[in-house]
C-alpha cells in the first residue's frame, strides 16, 4: 500500500470533492485510489496499491489545488507522459505589487499572454496565488516554462511570441525530418 499526503488550499477543496462527489470519484475510479479529504485543514490523504496511480493522482490534486478546473487537470490522465510543473514566484517577488505585476505580465491583457503561451506549446496554465502551474508533454513544459520565465525577467512580450514561434517552427521541422 503506497501513500501521499498532500495539502491543498482550503478554497479549492470544493474543486476538488465536485459536485456531489463526482470530481474525487473520478479520480479514484480513474487512479485505482482512495482519497481521504480534510476540508478543514486542506489535507488530502492518497492512498492506493498502485504507486503510479497514487502519483498520477496526486499531481491531479495538485493541479486542481493550484487553480486548474479538473477537466483541465485531468489532461494528467490522458496520456502517461504529461507532466506538472509548478514555479513559484514567491521567491522572485519582495512585494504583494511585484508579485500582482509578474501575474499581470504572465496572464496578459484578459488572458492574452497565458492564451498565446497555452496555444504556442500544446499546454496548460494556471496562475494561481503565488504559483504558475503548466501542464502538458515534457518537451512543450520546457518550452512554455522559458517562456513564462522570460516574462517574468521582464522581456517584452513580442519577444517572447517570437521565441515560441521560432520553437514551434523547428519542432515542425524535427516532425517532419523525422518522417522523411
Given amino acids: 500500500m503506497t501513500k501521499r499526503d498532500t495539502k491543498v488550499s482550503t478554497s479549492r477543496i470544493g ?34 496499491d498502485d504507486p503510479v496511480g497514487v502519483m498520477t493522482a496526486a499531481n491531479v490534486v ?11 487537470a ?20 519582495g512585494t504583494t505589487r511585484h508579485l500582482e505585476r509578474l501575474r499581470g505580465r504572465i496572464i496578459g491583457k484578459s ?30 513544459v520546457e518550452i512554455a516554462r522559458k517562456a513564462v520565465e522570460m516574462l517574468i525577467q521582464g522581456v517584452p512580450h513580442e519577444n517572447v511570441y517570437a521565441f515560441l514561434d521560432r520553437k514551434k517552427k523547428e519542432a515542425r521541422q524535427t516532425m517532419l525530418d523525422y518522417y522523411s
Avoid: C, H, N, W
Wanted: zero cysteines; a negative charge.
Fill in 111 to 140: 488572458g492574452t499572454s497565458r492564451a498565446q503561451i497555452e496555444d504556442m506549446t500544446g499546454t496548460e496554465i494556471s496562475v494561481y496565488g503565488k504559483t504558475v502551474a503548466i501542464i502538458g508533454l515534457p518537451e512543450q
Fill in 15 to 48: 474543486a476538488l470533492i465536485g459536485k456531489s462527489g463526482s470530481t474525487k470519484r473520478e479520480i479514484e475510479e480513474k487512479t485505482g485510489v482512495t482519497l481521504q479529504i480534510d476540508s478543514e485543514e486542506g489535507l488530502v490523504s492518497i492512498e492506493g
Fill in 62 to 72: 495538485s493541479a486542481i489545488g493550484r487553480g486548474f478546473s479538473p477537466e483541465r
Fill in 74 to 93: 485531468f489532461r494528467l490522465l490522458d496520456e502517461e507522459d504529461m507532466i506538472l510543473d509548478v514555479i513559484d514566484l514567491a521567491d522572485l517577488v
